[in-house]
């Protein structure tokens, strides 16, 4: 089943302009991650935030994470045209094992930078 | 460098055919995953492995089967029971600790002629 819905589903803007992604999950997490696809590609992981961290920061992408609201967001900032990719949340899913993990991914949002 | 391969790249299966796709990693990551994705969809679970000889379904098993005979590789079987089988299928990696990402593969795209 999946956890995580991305929102919006495609997004299109200008160069230099800010992205921002939204992913709302169900159940408790361990912690989230962002991942970017480009098209025919596998995922890239980009980022991820712990459940007891509220703000992340790596280059131009800044995330965040409301586990009260079971929401986060990705934001590119000062987006550049090679950024054109789907990206992805998952969850690590607090399913009480004491070691490995299962990642439930979301459905992605498509970003276009636009030239 | 270390990473993950799948292959092929392509793969064209005919009606009522087994195929096998490969996956083999050189990171020494002890969990090895298989996903499905259908265009413009997320990904979906089949199996995944945290060590091995060792294997669990995931949310869409059916129709499939893989092994977990050495570490570095996860073949997945793609059975004539998977009724619907074209999509594009990755494999990803990972240590087993929960504050780390997947390494992905880049994929293999199957389709059923």
């Known amino acids: 089943s999946q956890q995580g819905e991305e929102d919006p589903q495609a997004l299109s803007i200008q160069e230099g302009e800010n992205a921002t992604m939204n992913c709302s999950y169900k159940?408790?997490?361990?912690?989230l991650q962002w991942y970017r696809q480009n098209s025919g590609r596998g995922l890239v992981h980009l980022i991820l935030?712990?459940?007891?961290?509220r703000e992340k920061h790596s280059g131009r992408l800044r995330v965040t994470l409301d586990t009260s609201k079971k929401s986060s967001s990705l934001l590119i900032t000062a987006s550049r045209a090679a950024d054109t990719a789907s990206y992805f949340c998952?969850?690590?899913?607090?399913?009480?094992?004491?070691?490995?993990?299962?990642?439930?991914f979301g459905e992605g949002t498509q970003l276009t930078v636009n030239p | 460098d270390g990473g993950i391969t799948q292959s092929p790249k392509y793969l064209f299966r005919k009606e009522g055919q087994n195929v096998t796709l490969s996956c083999e990693q050189n990171?020494?990551?002890?969990?090895m995953y298989w996903y499905r994705q259908d265009p413009g969809q997320g990904l979906r679970l089949i199996y995944y492995?945290?060590?091995?000889?060792?294997?669990q379904k995931g949310d869409i098993a059916e129709g499939y089967s893989v092994s977990r005979e050495k570490k570095e590789s996860f073949p997945l079987t793609v059975t004539s029971a998977q009724k619907n089988p074209t999509a594009f299928y990755l494999c990803?990696?990972?240590?087993?600790?929960?504050?780390?990402?997947?390494?992905f593969g880049s994929g293999t795209r199957l389709t059923v002629v």
């Open positions: 990803a990696s990972s240590i087993n600790d929960r504050v780390l990402g997947y390494t």
């Open positions: 159940t408790s997490i361990n912690n």
């Open positions: 935030i712990r459940s007891n961290e």
């Open positions: 998952a969850t690590d899913g607090n399913r009480g094992e004491t070691s490995g993990s299962r990642l439930t």
């Open positions: 990171l020494n990551h002890d969990a």
């Open positions: 492995s945290q060590i091995v000889n060792d294997f």
